[in-house]
């Protein structure tokens, strides 16, 4: 998936939840059609696979915005065992061994891993944390990277 697509997806996810149940039928289909285990397996590969640092944060955002969307609680702790149950904490503890907090709680990328086009995504990433929304997204992945486990605060 491109960046340009997860973006369109994560924006459809808050549009509606008709939007919603268009994206969660859209992964569906995708999982049937390339016969994945899950589907969530597309995102999952995506966050352990890439070596694009933004495409990864956008995937995390993504992940967020299905979690979190317009839809009540049942279905949104369904959607948490399903993403569980695909192997998110795998990902997540592949992202945390990748990247690295600060004492501030600032993400960190190691030098081995800084190449031009990374370090443009992490501008990009800085840049749209300016906004209420970014800033809640960039703390749910701090949080998610410091405690895995922890799925809780995807409440808050």
């Known amino acids: 998936m491109t960046r340009a697509a997860i973006k369109l997806l994560d924006s459809f996810c ?13 992964l569906k289909m995708l999982r049937d059609e390339e016969e994945y285990p899950t589907r969530f397996h597309a995102i999952i590969d995506g966050i352990i696979e890439c070596d694009d640092l933004e495409a990864r944060y956008h995937l995390m955002r993504f992940v967020n915005s299905l979690v979190e969307s ?4 049942e279905e949104r702790n369904s959607l948490r065992s399903e993403f569980l149950s695909s192997g998110i904490r795998d990902a997540i503890k592949h992202l945390k061994s990748l990247y690295k907090l600060d004492r501030r709680g600032s993400l960190t990328v190691p030098d081995n891993m800084q190449d031009r086009r990374q370090r443009s995504a992490q501008e990009e990433v800085k840049q749209d944390d300016t906004s209420p929304e970014g800033r809640r997204h960039a703390k749910k992945m701090k949080t ?12 808050e």
């Open 70 to 73: 317009p839809i009540d609680a």
């Open 144 to 155: 998610y990277l410091q405690n895995p486990d922890d799925l809780t605060a995807l409440d």
């Open 14 to 26: 808050w549009a509606s939840t008709e939007g919603l149940e268009a994206v969660l039928l859209g």
